[in-house]
């Protein structure tokens, strides 16, 4: 896989005073510039000729140093990765700032656009948190698919984004008004696991499993997509002209662990079909926990709960005001 590693081309200055630096994006408001000093540090420097971020707080992060300074007239926020292995992760933060400034045309409401976005980062980052991996990644996908395929089709997506609790680690991953939807991925073995005893157990009207069947693709596969593909999709859906929720749904990939990592780019998927079970008191669960027990994780063999099966969609059978 080729690397996009944009400090890859850029060579270590001879002066331990210099840095040498690329900029990052020609159309952007700001000056943005990948960099590398004399001991091969890579950096991500904004020169800038606002004096705002000199009196706005500037976000500590975990691993990235952060620090503010000038040239000239020129005024700097340089990031400085402290922990080299962290290398993709810090790539992502510094395209996310390129991005989240793309379309602004005023220089201070850029740079605290910035600001906001390394306070963000600063939330992901704190305790090590790491990217989320491939298991995780096709968990994702699911809650993705159930957005895109039906909540956006009822919903408007500003009210999408407040069901959508798994990114905000709530016990199952979508509250509607009147019912909890769990969302499982699996493969072509019929059955999913259950990794917690409440989430089959809700205080609402409902409770429905949602399961994608996914299997794993290449690129050149027809209606094979990667994470990407299906990020892109939701914000054309929720429309590109409403960056507020646009915003919005970027935070919440970023609270359930994603970050843009070039590995993602090459995982490709196919989804074969998709079912809702009504999880009922009679559904297959484990209902008392002994003492002493701390976690539960179990399978259920989905061969077993056809009758729970719902043939209609779920959003318009419950009674749920969509309005």
């Known amino acids: 896989m080729k690397s996009n590693n944009p400090w890859d081309l850029i060579k270590e200055p001879v002066s331990s005073i210099d840095v040498n630096a690329k900029l990052a994006d020609k159309d952007n408001l700001l000056e943005f510039y990948w960099a590398k000093d004399s001991i091969g540090n890579l950096l991500f420097i904004l020169h800038t000729s606002s004096s705002i971020i000199i009196k706005q ?17 020129t005024n700097q926020l340089i990031l400085t990765l402290s922990e080299k292995e962290d290398k993709d992760i810090f790539n992502s933060l510094c395209l996310d700032l390129l991005k989240s400034t793309k379309n602004i045309n005023d220089e201070s409401l850029a740079i605290k656009s910035i600001l906001k976005r390394l306070e963000k980062w600063q939330y992901f980052l704190k305790s090590g948190r790491k990217a989320i991996d491939k298991k995780q990644l096709k968990g994702l996908i699911g809650e993705l698919y159930l957005i895109k395929k039906y909540l956006l089709a009822e ?15 709530s016990v199952q991953d979508f509250e509607l008004s009147n019912m909890t939807i769990e969302v499982k991925t699996k493969s072509s073995v019929n ?21 994608v069947t996914l299997t794993e693709s290449t690129k050149n596969v027809t209606e094979s997509f990667n994470i990407y593909d299906m990020i892109d999709e939701i914000r054309k859906l929720i429309g590109l ?4 929720i646009i915003e919005n749904f970027n935070n919440l990939l970023m609270h359930y ?11 490709y ?14 559904f297959p669960k ?30 318009n059978i419950t009674g749920d005001d969509n309005e």
Do not use: H, M
């Not at 707080?57 to 007239?73: A, M, Q, R, T, Y």
């Not at 919903?155 to 680690?169: H, I, R, S």
């Open 57 to 73: 707080k500037i976000p500590s992060l975990i691993g990235i140093d952060v620090s503010i300074g000038s040239i000239e007239n």
């Open 241 to 244: 002209d409403n960056l507020l």
């Open 269 to 282: 998927f196919t989804i074969i079909f998709d079912e809702f079970y009504e999880v009922t008191d009679e």
């Open 155 to 169: 919903y408007n997506a500003k009210d999408v984004l407040e069901f959508w609790k798994a990114p905000l680690q």
């Open 191 to 211: 059955s999913i696991t259950i990794s917690s005893y409440e989430q089959l157990f809700t205080q609402l009207d409902y409770l429905y499993l949602f399961v």
């Open 286 to 315: 484990i209902i008392d926990i002994p003492d002493g027990i701390e976690k539960l994780n179990y399978k259920i063999n989905l061969d077993t709960c056809r009758k729970f099966l719902v043939e209609k969609n779920i959003l």
């Open 257 to 267: 662990g994603f970050v843009e990592l070039v590995e993602y780019e090459d995982l």
